[in-house]
């Protein structure tokens, strides 16, 4: 583990625990909880073995050993939501910087988490939202029990029977009984072991949050039937189950969820220092359905889908299959053609007033090429470059040469030209702080 430097305890850290270290540094902590871990590392270190090791079991073997692995992974996972329940409550915002992830240099205590685990934003996000239910579960629980036992040690009292009629009576304070919520199925479930972190955070996001139309005890019924379910499903099942009955529980409601995904939908792109392109999207479920139902067209090939008659159909499939490329290759490839495909077929409606086209330049030595005539002739991405006289892509290559596109005073007939050879020349806008393409 990553030794960190000493800083100050947490405001609301238990005093018993000052001086002894904590997790994140590293230090001796005493305590059960702390050394139960290190003895299940030490010994799962400890295993060994290698692929070929695993590789001599026999198939019994295999699924026992995946068994009882998924048995200690859930049981880490609810260890991991807790001590992330412990450190979000340690790191909120209204410590400021004696929060624990402040005074660890981290902004949020996600980026903490994630520097410690190497997890993804999402699995630390994930984590801290099953902590916080097992909180929430917890304390009410808790709650309960000090309530339960006040109660008992009032009616332990023997009455006074007019012994002392001048005083008050006497009034014990009582907490009042805390109300479960409604997810603390979920909480008793993550410790008895059998529900993993990703079901339950599949139950809380399907299942939503609280509403008028949605009361406790809606949604304590609903969950306490999935809960029946949750043991055969995976966890991608079981968030589909668990959307499909907040559906039937709120159905009023389902114009408006709808209308939101498709309101959230988005797609967006950005350049990256190589020069690559990224692209990230987000789609309607009907628009998305649409997406994957090309890409099974485009892939299934390559991942065991139906197996054509039709003599030409099982030829594509096979030079699918034999095709050098990824699948990820391919689907991208697939993709880019549909596109062009799309610009060509109606350029004016998809593109706007011109056709998406890339510019392939080639500067070379002045002396080295006739005057008025370019190196490579600018063409769109679908057409191969061929030499072609062109002042205009003369200009470009070499802006220094004397070019009508250049030229002061020369405006008819070259504005398409002139922008041309000023964004490549410029390569976009010159003003100072502007960093706007040549589009």
């Known amino acids: 583990m990553t030794s960190r430097p000493e800083s100050p305890a947490s405001p609301d850290q238990p005093h018993g625990d000052r001086g002894q270290g904590d997790p994140v540094h590293g230090g001796p902590v005493q305590g059960g909880v702390l050394d ?6 030490d010994v799962v270190t400890g295993l060994g073995g290698s692929s070929a090791a695993v590789d001599t079991l026999s198939d019994e073997a295999v699924l026992e050993g995946h068994v ?9 996972d609810t260890q991991a939501a807790w001590f992330a329940a412990t450190l979000a409550r340690r790191s909120r915002p209204e410590l400021g910087g004696k929060g624990l992830a402040a005074r660890q240099g981290f902004r949020t205590p996600e980026d903490l988490l994630q520097s410690i685990s190497g997890s993804s934003r999402g699995d630390a996000a994930k984590l801290f939202a099953v902590g916080r239910l097992l909180s ?45 919520p409604w ?62 009955v907040r559906d039937v529980l709120d159905e009023a409601g389902i114009a408006a969820r709808e209308k ?14 190589t020069g690559q392109v990224r692209m990230v999207g987000l789609f309607a479920p009907e628009d998305g359905e649409y997406l994957m139902s090309t890409y099974d067209a ?15 159909q099982a030829a594509w499939a096979k030079q699918v299959q034999d095709d050098p ?27 706007g007033s011109r056709s998406p086209a890339v510019r392939m330049i080639t500067i070379r030595p002045r002396s080295t090429t006739p ?60 003003w100072p702080g502007c960093d706007r393409p040549p589009s």
């Open 36 to 41: 139960g871990l290190r003895s299940m590392a």
């Open 68 to 76: 009882l692995i998924a048995g200690a992974r859930r049981a880490l």
């Open 136 to 180: 929430e579960t917890d304390a009410a629980e808790k709650a309960a029990r000090e309530a339960a036992d006040a109660k008992k040690l009032l009616d332990e009292i023997p009455p006074l029977d007019g012994a002392a009629p001048d005083l008050p009576p006497l009034e014990l304070p009582v907490p009042p009984a805390a109300v479960p």
């Open 183 to 244: 997810h603390a199925p979920i909480g008793r479930a993550l410790r008895e072991g059998w529900l993993s972190v990703e079901k339950a955070d599949s139950l809380r996001k399907g299942l939503g949050d609280l509403d008028r139309a949605i009361t406790p005890e809606k949604l304590a019924t609903a969950l306490a039937r999935l809960l029946t379910e949750a043991r055969t499903l995976n966890a991608d099942q079981l968030f589909k189950r668990a959307r499909r």
């Open 260 to 273: 939101a995904a498709y309101d959230d939908r988005s797609l967006r792109f950005w350049r990256l220092n």
């Open 298 to 312: 485009i892939t299934s090939p390559r991942r065991g889908g139906v197996r054509f008659v039709d003599k030409e």
């Open 325 to 351: 490329r990824t699948t990820e290759q391919l689907t991208a490839d697939a993709f880019l053609a549909l596109m062009r495909l799309g610009v060509k077929a109606d350029p004016k409606r998809i593109a």
């Open 371 to 430: 005057a008025g005539f370019a190196p490579r002739g600018t063409t769109t991405t679908d057409a191969a470059p061929t030499e072609a006289p062109s002042p205009t892509a003369d200009a470009a290559a070499n802006p220094e040469t004397a070019s009508p596109a250049l030229q002061p005073g020369v405006i008819e007939g070259t504005a398409v030209a002139q922008r041309a050879a000023l964004a490549i020349r410029d390569g976009g806008c010159m």
